[in-house]
């Protein structure tokens, strides 16, 4: 093993999911898509441009709405594509893969507005010389690093402004835009930079009061705009309210709301839809337009509380019933809100406040108190900003809960839910972030790891894909209880023909309570120093068929297995199609618990590697899946995967513990292994001292099921390292079926000294300062 | 507040003001020191001096000429040395006179009139700290001397105690054996030691130490009287020779009222040997004119007395024609007439102009702008120009800066964002005219997220409270606390519980990371400490030479600190910040530098900087006002060009200071007078290097003429001294020659224009220098262009070195 090996062997027994080598058949790499969007009704001319581009065969989107017309290879850096984007499709971000013979790209983002879409003219840096346009306008513009980009129009008196940009939600790195409104004079009317619904974009809206030619400008809030720092700046009269309230409503249901921080907008009464997901969200639609984006809006069947101010105290709190959704707004700064509530001895209840999820400001610190008495629970932060905890009720009694902001801000957006419920089992699916979708290649086989993230319920999970395109088998084993992972390995059939599709991943417990799972995970798209600044929610994985590739690979599967503190070496055989020479990279897709795996390379001219692996003392036993990973550079990394192989973790046939041992230079002593036996076994096991320092040397010894000690001569040079040595232990290598099963001893003290008669006639050793200082007479010696 | 910054002594008997001496010399005042006496030891003695002030302001020591009688007889008795004596408990006054003059000292003996007891805390870690055994050199290095350890001036008498005592292996006493003690053998060289002979065996320090060894080396029983108030006496004194001698008392009173002549035992020594010494017993010898301080420190206090040496001439006098502008040269003058120094005469129209610019707004004068002002008649141009200039918006952004540069704004602490989100704050802070001390409150007391509410970056330039507070008392009040985190201050007041108690107010500022991973949100934590480094236990909030406030758990302890801090009574806060401001504009500070308020550096004037704080507190912390009376005034507009008078004078204001011109200043009168203005990386087009938000935004130019990398609170990070790379830079660097060729620049536009050589020379000049050239100058650039191959290369010469010419470079 070198010594990256070790690293990553290291790493891998803590648990962790291994790293596969960069994932992507063929590595298809989409950098940017321009322009960054367009006008739904309309078909738009769009560039994809990346690496490895050659033969685009189609797009995979997630959202409908958009759809591809026409396809057109342009390089293998670029294709150009037509989207027909339908008059109803959603405004707003959607997301896209693009999909090669060889692969799927990264998931990047296409933005759909409602106005004539037009592109930024430089220069305009000057708001004396600014880009004129008309409103209403969406402009695809650029402003990188300390670039500053100036759009002119006429306004009449009284005429409202709305201005929203779409910037960081792109997902392009990081720039940040500030959005300035000037007058002629270059007065500053309005500015905006982040807010809590569109997060770092901002938004403005604006009346005016007289008639002329006003400059809106768009810039970095750190003049640094980040890699492509694209935007799309919105301008016109629609409707553009920062909340709604309330905040959520039941499926089905008329549920009457108020629009809040738009004064064109009062109160509307929508119509919840049955079917609405997790990340559902209004759009408000005005005689002057449709909110650019959303605003989200919690669809459940809780029954509904809305507060009744003032409920400023215990005293004075709204009555509300439990499990429930408890709706308000902390409408001032120091305003807290109470709601009151009765319950049972032993009730336990989830609290989970939705504010910041749903783009409110309110940073909600909540807590649960006995009515005029103490605390019985209480959260800040648990869910990000917003707050969740537990809450098992103490006695039978009433119940006050507070909500407050943290910094004890107030205002007329600062909404939110708290919503109380019986505690529900859950499930959530997810794929490691560096395995985001899978290509299998035609006659091949490929791999990725299913997360799952279990609350309130425990046991064996049954993984299912569900609408795999055609040709495509996928095969795994149920995941254990006591792991959160599992390896999936898919093949393709050899005819399989090359298509891309969006898979509903389901996760199932067979339990008395059938618990059904999906697939849910968020796709960074921008970061700051490892914590996510725009990511992109999906539900499905994107699997494809992609072309044949000239290597498969094996795993050999052992027939002996491996002990707990052991050792083993997997073997894995590629086979090579005619001619191809390049080395394969070979590593393990997810150790099993406790299991640490190094990585190794086929050679240009080998057909197979051996993997090693090492078990820690508590390695889960048993039988568990295991799945080999291979990848060679072919005009960019490609990936297969072995077939799923089993590797059985066992006990060591015995315990051994070294007695501490001394030993002279130049000298020999023996190191006593005493052996508690565990297993049976047959014939005779090796029994050799490891770790030993430089110029030591021992001599193995045999033992067989039932020696209870064996002693190992060890041999000291002469200038054998003087000191302790802690790292000394015993390999012990017992054979069957042909394979050896190795496992180790925990590691003891050896002692080397000096040689006797050099001690007795020792000549003074340097004295150190300490002793000296022992040694200085004392003020009366000094006499 | 000129009593609170340096602690001056307050008893002086004095009696009889201007009436003639028996020479005929007018009296301002006869003074005798101590002015009160309180012994309660009969083998304590207390010297006198009396001191004669002339109505000229000079002063004599007349001693040895006055006499001395008491009120009552056997209370105290006079010895030859004039010390008074104890004889017996009871009350008397000594009258001292002269001439006709007479001062009195009231003395009291209390009833217990016996020996001294010779303690530790009061009698030996004096004679440590005098014999120097304490010093960082010695025994009061962090790590001890051939083991044995004291700490450092002695800020930890408990331990010190311990370590000669009882430490095993290290002890240096022995009860029963004083003279093998290895203390006292050391220090008198009996065995060989290191540090030299420390002792005199038959001193007085070394008789007080056997005496205590004697005594069996008790430790001290826990209500010892402490050192309450040190004063060196007399507080100041004016020599005229032939006068060169001044007598000098240290006299501490403690706890319990009692006084003590601690003059042989104090640390003395002069801030400026040249003018003035002094000797171990506190004899100042005056060897040049000038002005000296003497320190002397005892216990934890450090104490000054200034020392005016006057030139021998006689005959000098104010000049009639110089009058004062308004109330700064009233006290500048006062202080030269004071020195017998002359003031400059006032600059001419064109330095002043260029110089107002440079100083308010960081840019010069354009030739339009110059043309304009020269041909202006009314007297009062000057004024109405500074209250323009004052309006502009560059003098805010040049004081943003200046905030920046000691809030240290920088985007690798704050981000990015953070740091321009931050500056823009300030900036809008200070064109709005938020008065300083509002503005201070605002940081102190920042809450919430980082880039919603920008001051809140003010926590996240340092994280530990000990950081934040040293921080704190360097920007806002001028005091460097940072010894004191290890040991008490050697050159002032503060101890190492000072230094713990001050950073408690900071021990619970919250900081979590807001929804946006780059954003931090600030808040009042409401819990946490700050553990004092030697005691090891929780510090209590204590203001600095302050109460400790009641502050309720939970409270933000940040509100009281930051009340106490811009309180128009705290002695430091205003003081700090004019002073910072007269800095800028006289380039030196009333205490210089501005950041180093402490005993031991006192005020060149301190009734000057009492009375610009005063009015600052006045006027609403405005900065403008201030900026507004500094420019007014006729100290601030004076020349450069020295008198025989003023020529060696560096502290009083007595002539303008000729300084380069900062960085920022520089590189954009560079691309004004070019009329090619650098484009700063990081900063949108046509930003100036004053709004820089980031200490990294701009250029190589700006690094290389010693821009601040924001990364200490200090002023001593901006450098102004000349470098190689600088003059290099200037002469062959791109910056200077591209710009002169610059397509859109100015010699491009008056070439391109058909402006005769001469007018476009006399136009270079006006642009860079503010002045037309001469007649030589000009008569000799026209030869040299004429001389040139072609006219534009000629002129590119002459511009070059208009350019490079010290004149253009410097302030002055």
Same mark, same amino acid.
């Given at each position: 093993m070198d010594s990256a090996g070790k690293l990553f062997g290291s790493l891998c027994l803590l648990g962790v999911i291994c790293p596969a080598p960069r994932a992507g058949a063929g590595s298809p790499s989409l950098e940017v898509v321009l322009p960054r969007g367009a006008q739904r009704g309309t078909a738009a001319t769009v560039d994809f441009s990346g690496a490895h581009l050659d033969k685009a065969l189609s797009i995979v989107f997630y959202r409908p709405g958009v759809t591809l017309n026409h396809i057109e290879q342009v390089s293998d850096k670029h294709v150009r594509c037509t989207l027909a984007i339908a008059a109803d499709c959603a405004l707003g971000l959607h997301p896209l893969r693009l999909f090669t013979a060889s692969g799927l790209t990264e998931l990047r983002l296409f933005a759909v507005g409602d106005a004539p879409e037009i592109t930024e003219q430089e220069p305009n840096d000057a708001r004396s010389a600014p880009q004129l346009v008309r409103l209403p306008v969406t402009i695809n513009g650029q402003a990188a690093g300390d670039d500053l980009d100036c759009f002119g129009f006429e306004a009449q008196p009284g005429a409202r402004l709305a201005a929203e940009i779409e910037g960081m939600r792109l997902g392009g790195g990081i720039f940040d835009p500030v959005l300035t409104l000037y007058d002629a004079q270059g007065k500053v009317l309005a500015t905006a930079d982040d807010n809590a619904l569109t997060k770092q974009d901002p938004v403005l809206s604006y009346s005016f009061a007289s008639g002329g030619t006003y400059i809106v400008e768009v810039r970095d809030a750190a003049y640094r705009?980040?890699?492509?720092a694209y935007y799309r700046l919105h301008l016109g009269d629609f409707p553009r309210p920062?909340?709604?309230?309330?905040p959520g409503g039941a499926p089905g249901q008329a549920v009457e709301v108020r629009w809040v921080g738009d004064s064109t907008l009062a109160r509307e009464t929508i119509a919840v839809p049955n079917d609405a997901g997790a990340d559902y969200a209004i759009f408000v639609r005005t005689g002057a337009g449709t909110s650019l984006s959303p605003v989200p809006f919690r669809v459940n069947g809780l029954p509904q509380t809305i507060e009744a101010e003032p409920n400023d105290s215990p005293e004075s709190a709204t009555p509300c019933t439990v499990p429930g959704a408890l709706n308000g707004i902390v409408t001032k700064p120091g305003d807290v809100d109470w709601f009151r509530f009765s319950a049972a001895k032993g009730q336990v209840f989830d609290c989970r406040v939705y504010a910041r999820q749903l783009g409110s400001p309110l940073d909600a610190v909540v807590g649960v108190n006995k009515l005029g008495g103490a605390t019985v629970a209480s959260n800040d932060d648990s869910a990000g900003p917003d707050s969740a905890f537990r809450l098992t009720i103490p006695d039978d009694g009433d119940y006050a809960l507070y909500i407050h902001d943290f910094l004890r801000a107030g205002g007329e957006c600062y909404t939110y839910r708290v919503e109380v419920t019986n505690v529900t089992p859950a499930l959530t699916l997810s794929t490691p972030p560096d395995q985001q979708h899978v290509c299998i290649p035609q006659g091949n086989r490929n791999a990725i790891v299913i997360n799952a993230a279990r609350s309130d319920f425990g046991g064996p999970l049954q993984i299912e894909l569900s609408g795999l395109p055609a040709g495509l088998t996928a095969s795994g084993d149920t995941m254990r209880d006591n792991v959160a992972a599992v390896p999936i390995v898919l093949t393709a059939e050899a005819t399989a023909p090359l298509a891309a599709s969006l898979v509903d991943v389901i996760g199932q417990c067979s339990g008395e309570s059938k618990i059904v799972g999906h697939l849910r995970q968020s796709i960074r798209l921008t970061e700051y120093m490892n914590n996510t600044l725009c990511a992109q929610t999906v539900d499905r994985l994107p699997v494809a068929v992609t072309e044949r590739v000239p290597f498969e690979v094996q795993i050999i599967e052992p027939r002996v297995p491996l002990a707990r503190r052991g050792q083993m070496s997997l073997k894995v055989v590629a086979t090579r199609g005619e001619g191809f020479k390049e080395p394969i990279q070979v590593g393990v897709l997810l150790n099993p618990p406790g299991i640490g795996s190094g990585t190794a390379t086929i050679g240009p001219d080998q057909t197979e590697a051996l993997l090693p692996l090492n078990a820690n003392p508590d390695a889960a036993l048993g039988e568990w899946p295991i799945v080999a990973i291979a990848s060679a550079n072919i005009n960019g990394l490609v990936q297969v995967s072995s077939q799923l192989a089993r590797l059985t973790i066992a006990e060591p046939f015995m315990d051994l513990a070294l007695e501490r041992t001394r030993v002279s230079q130049g000298s020999t002593a023996e190191v006593v292994v005493n052996i508690a036996p565990q297993h049976d076994f047959e014939g005779e096991a090796v029994l050799e001292l490891r770790g030993l320092p430089n110029k030591l040397s021992a001599t193995p010894a045999k033992a067989t099921k039932e020696t209870k000690q064996v002693v190992l001569p060890v041999a000291a040079a002469p200038d054998a390292p003087l000191g302790r040595h802690e790292g000394v232990f015993v390999q012990v290598t017992v054979m069957q079926n042909g394979e050896p099963i190795v496992f180790n001893s925990a590691s003891a003290l050896l002692i080397v000294d000096r040689p006797p008669a050099e001690t007795a006639s020792a000549q003074p050793a340097p004295v150190g300062k300490a002793e000296r200082r022992a040694r200085t007479p004392r003020a009366r010696d000094i006499h | 507040m000129t009593d609170k910054l340096h602690i001056r002594a307050a008893g002086a008997a004095t009696f009889g003001l201007a009436v003639l001496c028996a020479h005929g010399e007018p009296i301002e005042s006869w003074n005798v020191f101590p002015n009160a006496i309180h012994l309660a030891a009969q083998d304590e003695a207390v010297p006198l001096v009396a001191m004669l002030t002339r109505a000229d302001g000079t002063t004599v020591d007349m001693t040895a000429k006055a006499q001395f009688t008491f009120s009552s007889e056997g209370i105290v008795r006079l010895d030859n040395s004039r010390h008074v004596v104890p004889i017996a408990p009871g009350t008397t006054t000594l009258t001292v006179t002269y001439e006709g003059h007479s001062a009195q000292v009231a003395i009291v003996i209390a009833p217990a009139v016996q020996p001294r007891r010779t303690t530790f805390r009061n009698d030996v870690e004096p004679i440590l700290m005098k014999a120097g055994c304490n010093s960082g050199a010695c025994h009061g290095s962090a790590q001890g001397k051939d083991g044995f350890k004291l700490s450092l001036f002695g800020y930890d008498p408990h331990a010190d105690y311990l370590h000669l005592? &009882?430490?095993?292996?290290?002890?240096?006493?022995d009860v029963s054996d004083r003279e093998g003690s290895l203390m006292l053998q050391k220090a008198t060289t009996r065995v060989p030691h290191e540090g030299g002979k420390r002792l005199d065996p038959d001193g007085p320090l070394y008789a007080a130490l056997a005496r205590w060894i004697d005594a069996g080396a008790p430790d001290d029983p826990p209500d010892l009287p402490t050192v309450s108030v040190l004063e060196i006496l007399p507080p100041e004194c004016v020599l005229l020779p032939p006068e060169r001698t001044q007598q000098l008392l240290v006299i501490a009173t403690y706890s319990d009222g009692t006084t003590r002549d601690v003059t042989d035992l104090a640390l003395l020594s002069s801030s400026d040997e040249v003018t003035a010494g002094v000797s171990a017993h506190a004899l100042v010898t005056a060897n040049q004119p000038g002005e000296a301080f003497i320190m002397a420190r005892f216990a934890t206090f450090a104490v000054v007395s200034q020392v005016i040496a006057l030139p021998p001439s006689t005959g000098f006098t104010w000049p009639a024609d110089i009058t004062a502008c308004n109330y700064i040269d009233e006290f500048v003058h006062a202080k030269l007439a004071r020195l017998r120094i002359t003031p400059s005469p006032v600059c001419s129209d064109a330095t002043f102009l260029r110089f107002v610019y440079l100083d308010v707004l960081g840019v010069l004068p354009t030739p339009q702008e110059f043309a304009r002002f020269m041909a202006d008649e009314r007297p009062d141009k000057r004024a109405r120009l500074v209250d323009e200039l004052l309006q502009r918006p560059q003098f805010c952004e040049l004081w943003a800066m200046k905030w920046a540069e000691l809030l240290r704004i920088e985007s690798s602490k704050l981000t990015p964002k953070g740091a321009v989100l931050y500056s823009a704050w300030l900036r809008d802070a200070i064109c709005g005219d938020m008065p300083i001390d509002k503005l201070v409150r605002a940081l102190l007391c920042a809450e919430g997220g980082t880039y919603h509410n920008p001051p809140a970056n003010f926590y996240l330039v340092e994280t530990s409270p000990t950081e934040m507070a040293e921080n704190v008392a360097q920007v806002f009040t001028g005091i460097r606390i940072q010894c004191a985190q290890c040991h008490n201050h050697p050159f002032e007041r503060w101890t190492q519980d000072d230094y713990y108690s001050f950073a408690a107010f900071f021990a619970q500022v919250g900081r979590k990371t807001a929804e946006d991973p780059r954003e931090s949100v600030i808040y009042n934590s409401g819990s946490g400490d700050v553990k004092h480094l030697r005691t090891g236990q929780p510090a209590r909030p204590k203001f600095l030479a302050g109460a400790a406030p009641e502050i309720s758990a939970g409270a933000d302890r940040r509100q009281l600190l930051a009340e106490w801090l811009t309180?128009?009574?705290?002695?430091?806060f205003a003081a700090s910040i004019v002073n910072r401001v007269w800095a800028h504009f006289l380039g030196r500070g009333i205490i210089d530098p501005p950041d180093d308020v402490r005993v031991s550096n006192p005020p060149s004037n301190p009734q000057l900087l009492h009375a610009l704080a005063a009015k600052f507190v006045q006027s609403g912390y405005n900065l403008r006002a201030l900026a507004r009376d500094i420019c007014n005034s006729r100290t601030y507009q004076l020349s450069s060009e020295a008198n025989a008078s003023n020529?060696?004078?560096? &502290?009083?204001?007595?002539h303008a200071r000729i300084r380069r011109l900062p960085a920022e200043a520089l590189l954009e009168a560079i691309g004004q007078v070019t009329e090619a203005p650098e484009k700063l990386n990081g900063l949108p087009l046509g930003a100036r290097a004053t709004q820089a938000t980031d200490a990294k935004a701009g250029s190589y130019f700006l690094e290389t003429f010693g821009r601040p990398a924001r990364q200490t609170a200090c002023t001593c990070e901006r450098r102004d001294e000349p470098t190689l790379s600088q003059a290099l830079h200037l002469i062959n660097g791109a910056t200077i020659t591209e710009k002169i060729r610059a397509a859109n620049g100015r010699l491009e536009r008056l070439t391109k224009a058909n402006i005769p050589p001469e007018k476009i020379i006399e136009e270079l000049y006006v642009a860079a220098l503010a002045r037309v050239p001469s007649a030589e100058e000009l008569s000799l650039a026209r030869e040299y262009v004429g001389s040139a191959p072609d006219v534009r290369s000629g002129l590119e010469d002459v511009f070059w070195a208009v350019l490079n010419s010290p004149e253009f470079i410097f302030n002055h």
């Open positions: 705009g980040e890699r492509h920062m909340a709604v309230f309330p | 005592t &009882r430490e095993s292996g290290a002890r240096r006493i309180s128009p009574d705290n002695p430091w020529a060696s004078d560096e &502290r009083n204001f007595s």
